[in-house]
């Protein structure tokens, strides 16, 4: 079963707005969470985490929100770039309690149009 | 360093085939995870290893797949014999054990299509 879930598959934005990415995740142990970007033909690489201590982490253009009573976390990129284009994860983990092994979500497929 | 490396990089076989999939980690990393991308299940942790033992091969989908880790720097998924639904991009990744709640950091991947 599917730990951690992305609903949305694609998702295209204009160039200069916003993006929100969301993710669902049902162990209520998860305490870590991450998001990842995948060009094609290319491994996914690390874009931004937080901890379940936190309810928001910003690196520049890269927000992700982390709503733990919904089990819910939201990636926002403010704004969109065309080089923002990508295939985007969404991760979680347990840490110990489930071995340091993270769960990916389905992914999102970004389209930043010009 | 040179990140995860993972070869080939694209295989194609024909069904019934061994295939082998190699992946060399990060200097210095304690974990090694071997990943499946697929479309209806996104990227599938399918075994992973901690100091070279395997820790969790709960993901292996059959007994078809096996995994290895003779030494802190190499290790390989092998999938005997080989079917067209194996068809995927499969990944290694590999992290710290010094930082274990940061990130993994993944190769490239290896396209394997079965024919």
């Known amino acids: 079963d599917q730990q951690v879930k992305q609903n949305s598959p694609s998702l295209s934005v204009q160039e200069g707005r916003i993006s929100i990415l969301n993710c669902d995740y049902t162990?209520?142990?998860?305490?870590?969470f991450l998001w990842y970007k995948k060009y094609p033909a290319e491994g996914p690489t690390f874009l931004i985490s937080?901890?379940?201590?936190?309810d928001k982490n910003e690196d520049g253009r890269f927000t992700v929100f982390l709503n733990k009573s919904a089990k819910h976390l939201s990636l926002h990129i403010v704004p969109s770039q065309p080089g923002d284009s990508a295939v985007y994860f969404c991760?979680?983990?347990?840490?110990?309690?489930?071995?340091?092994?993270?769960?990916f979500g389905t992914g999102t497929s970004l389209t930043v149009i010009p | 360093d040179a990140g995860v490396i993972q070869s080939p990089r694209h295989e194609v076989t024909e069904m019934g085939q061994e295939v082998t999939l190699r992946c060399k980690p990060i200097?210095?990393?304690?974990?090694l995870f071997w990943y499946r991308q697929t479309m209806m299940r996104g990227l599938e942790l399918l075994i992973y290893?901690?100091?070279?033992?395997?820790?969790?091969d709960s993901g292996m989908p059959e007994d078809r797949f096996s995994a290895k880790m003779p030494n802190a720097s190499f290790s390989t998924l092998k999938i005997q014999p080989s079917e067209p639904r194996d068809s995927a991009v499969y990944f290694c990744?590999?992290?710290?054990?010094?930082?274990?709640?940061?990130?993994?950091?993944f190769g490239q991947g290896t396209r394997l299509t079965v024919v």
């Open positions: 990744a590999s992290r710290s054990r010094f930082k274990s709640d940061t990130e993994a950091f």
């Open positions: 162990n209520s142990m998860f305490d870590y």
């Open positions: 290893f901690n100091n070279n033992v395997p820790i969790d």
């Open positions: 937080i901890s379940s201590i936190k």
């Open positions: 991760a979680a983990s347990a840490g110990p309690n489930t071995g340091n092994q993270f769960y």
């Open positions: 200097s210095g990393h304690d974990y």
